[in-house]
């Protein structure tokens, strides 16, 4: 997937007041305790840089991928993997209706800091995603069970971050996706619906490229 992409990181983490809403976050943190406030105080301010990165290294995350996600739990893309009707050479090109998909991920930064109290000190900064994205005028390529390309189309980002009760950060962005954009090795369709009780988002396929060689990765780009 191409580096600039936007990631999850680029769009919630923002470099304004974002080190003291990660302190205050960090400092509410059970692991202080029995830790003496002043101690804490001492060294905090300096963590803060250091906190700010690991975030941005855990939420560097291509938002298309994480929107392909949501779509791999739609039941509207369940058929596509029953390899005696999608035979794994096949491609095919489906549509999708406007749509809105909401995803939510909580990982975790942890750090821990040595040689500034007596005993090293864990900390571990439970984070929460949420992400609802508007798609508009998009079609993905499917092979063997897998989403394999976006193309086109328009994403409306929305998207908050917070560390505990802590808003830490947000964001709004709207990104034209290119003529087409890999998704790597793919994404499996999984048995299971994640974008709403009705929410269609398969239009009627398109035929299908030319059969890809064998060995060659990707599906080609549909003509036209």
């Known amino acids: 997937m191409s580096e600039n992409v936007t990631t999850l990181g680029d769009l919630l983490v923002p470099e304004d007041a974002a080190t003291r809403k990660v302190l205050e976050a ?46 791999s739990r739609s039941v509207d893309l369940l058929k596509y993997r029953d390899p005696e009707r999608y035979p794994p050479e096949k491609v095919s090109v489906v549509p999708l209706a406007a749509h809105t998909v909401s995803s939510r991920h909580k990982p975790a930064v942890e750090v821990e800091v040595s040689g500034v109290l007596p005993t090293p000190v864990k900390l571990r900064l439970a984070l929460d995603v949420q992400l609802t994205a508007k798609v508009e005028g998009a079609k993905i390529a499917i092979q063997a069970g897998k989403i394999r390309k976006l193309m086109g189309g328009t994403l409306h980002l929305t998207g908050t971050l917070f560390a505990g009760e802590h808003q830490i950060g947000s964001g709004q962005r709207t990104i034209q996706i290119p003529g087409e954009l890999s998704l790597g090795e793919g994404i499996a369709i999984a048995p299971s619906i994640s974008l709403g009780e009705g929410v269609p988002i398969a239009g009627k396929p398109e035929p299908a490229p030319a059969a890809v060689p064998a060995g060659e990765p990707h599906p080609p780009a549909p003509a036209g």
């Open 26 to 71: 960090v400092g509410a943190d059970e692991a202080f305790a029995g830790v003496a406030k002043q101690a804490v105080e001492s060294f905090l301010p300096d963590l803060g840089a250091e906190l700010i990165a690991r975030i941005r290294d855990v939420l560097n995350v291509p938002v298309p991928g994480v929107v392909a996600g949501a779509w």
